[in-house]
Every structure is written in structure tokens, then in C-alpha cells.
């Protein structure tokens, strides 16, 4: 029987299985700070402006609000889920299921 990462009567392979991810997780957070720093030492040397205004227009883009970028539709929309939610206007997830289950 599986429960998660762990399985019966093999009593040595969730302490595998977790030292593997936590290995997993340190070499990817390794490879994003040598990415990082790949790019910082690139930027040092960058001498087209062109470039570099892309690289701060991309930059600031990122810092925008997700909210501001949505219709007006869509956040009158989010409202008015909020407002149900908060008045307990809910509906269980069996239920969304059952109902959209042939879009899904």
C-alpha cells in the first residue's frame, strides 16, 4: 500500500526517497544562484542600452499588480465571489465537480 513517499514494509525507502528530494532541492537552488550570478556578471559588462532598458522595463513588469491588468469584468467577477464566500454562499467541491465535471 502507498501512502505518500512511504510504503509498507519497506522500511528504508522513505528515508531514501527523502534524503533524494532534499538533495534534489539544494542542487536546484544551487543552479539558480549560479544562474544569478551568470546574469549579474553579464549585466557588468553590458554595454547596450537598448538592453539594458528592456532588461529594467522587464523588471518593473514584474513588479505591476496582477489586479491591474485584469478587465474590469473579471475583477467585478472576483468581487462578487469574495462577497459569496464571505456570506457563506459556498459550494462544496463534489458540487462544482457535478456540475462543470464535462468541461473538466
Request: hydrophobic share 40%.
Amino acid at each position: 500500500m502507498v501512502r505518500g513517499l512511504y510504503f509498507k514494509n519497506h522500511k528504508s525507502r522513505p528515508t531514501v526517497i527523502a534524503v533524494t528530494i532534499k538533495v534534489l532541492i539544494l542542487s536546484m537552488a544551487i543552479d539558480i544562484q549560479n544562474k544569478k550570478l551568470e546574469l549579474i556578471q553579464w549585466l557588468s559588462t553590458l554595454e547596450d542600452k537598448a538592453m539594458i532598458e528592456k532588461i529594467m522595463a522587464l523588471r518593473d513588469s514584474e513588479r505591476e499588480d496582477w489586479w491591474n491588468k485584469i478587465s474590469v469584468c473579471e475583477r467585478e467577477s472576483l468581487e462578487k465571489g469574495i462577497e459569496d464566500a464571505d456570506q457563506g454562499k459556498l459550494s462544496s467541491h463534489a458540487q462544482a465537480r457535478k456540475l462543470y465535471g464535462k468541461w473538466l
